[in-house]
Nanobody, 128 residues
């Protein structure tokens, strides 16, 4: 079974930083996109960032561009989301997600999709 174990959430003041981690296991997809979605209270789910297994191409939502950085450690099957200059509007539950069979050219579309597999989520709260 695919398992996505997210961690690293917490409470931080505006302007601060957090680093989310996602330990992925249980899949042997050749090509996939893995990344992060989030859902704030009372709001719709939003794609935040994705990274392609094929060439490590990345894509970011406009709302986080220049502040968040996604990366992955292939040897440890772990994906990271470094979040800097956090704002109160970044407060949300962040979910690690993965979709097999998606090429790097589809990264932008992937952020608008509903990924196949979801982790349990980690709460990020940014105080003003």
């Amino acid at each position: 079974d695919v398992q996505l174990q997210a961690s690293g959430g917490g409470l931080v003041q505006a302007g601060g930083s957090l680093r989310l981690s996602c330990a992925a296991s249980g899949f042997t997809f050749d090509d996939y996109i893995i990344g992060w979605f989030r859902q704030a209270p009372g709001k719709e789910r939003e794609g935040v960032s994705g990274i392609s297994s094929e060439d490590d191409s990345t894509y970011y939502a406009d709302s986080v561009m220049g502040r968040f950085t996604i990366s992955r450690d292939n040897a440890k099957n772990t994906v990271f989301l470094q979040m800097d200059s956090l704002k109160p509007e970044d407060t949300a539950v962040y979910y690690c997600t993965v979709s097999p069979g998606w090429s790097p050219s589809l990264l932008k579309l992937w952020l608008l999709s509903s990924p196949n597999y979801w982790g349990q989520g980690t709460l990020v709260t940014v105080s003003s």
